[in-house]
Nanobody, 123 residues
Framework: DVQLQASGGGFVQAGGSLRLSCAAS????????IVWFRQAPGKEREGVGC????????YYIGDVKGRFTVSSDNAKETAYLNMNSLKPEDTAVYYC????????????????WGQGTQVTVSS
């Protein structure tokens, strides 16, 4: 069975850091882009960043550039989202997913979703 297990969320003060993990199983890790989305209360789910484990290329959207970093450990079939300089507006449920087509960061193209992990940033 395909599984994406997101973890690492929590409560942090503004300016702090968190690292989210996304453990994958049940599919060929290198064949998919691993994507990170987030959804704040009352808002649509939005793409944050992604990585192509096959070549390590990464892409980001919006003001997370320079603050968030996506990486992967292919041997562990796990992707990470390192979040620094967190702001209250980063508060959301964060989801990881897998895209066979590559890093589009369009939820329409996500083939598999993990469960969300809550990130709360206090001011």
């Amino acid at each position: 069975d395909v599984q994406l297990q997101a973890s690492g969320g929590g409560f942090v003060q503004a300016g702090g850091s968190l690292r989210l993990s996304c453990a994958a199983s049940g599919f060929t890790f290198d064949d998919y882009a691993i994507v990170w989305f987030r959804q704040a209360p009352g808002k649509e789910r939005e793409g944050v960043g992604c990585i192509n484990p096959s070549d390590g290329s990464t892409y980001y959207i919006g003001d997370v550039k320079g603050r968030f970093t996506v990486s992967s450990d292919n041997a562990k079939e796990t992707a990470y989202l390192n979040m620094n300089s967190l702001k209250p507006e980063d508060t959301a449920v964060y989801y990881c997913g897998a895209e066979r087509i590559g890093c589009t960061l369009n939820s329409y193209h996500v083939d598999f979703w993990g469960q969300g992990t809550q990130v709360t940033v206090s001011s």
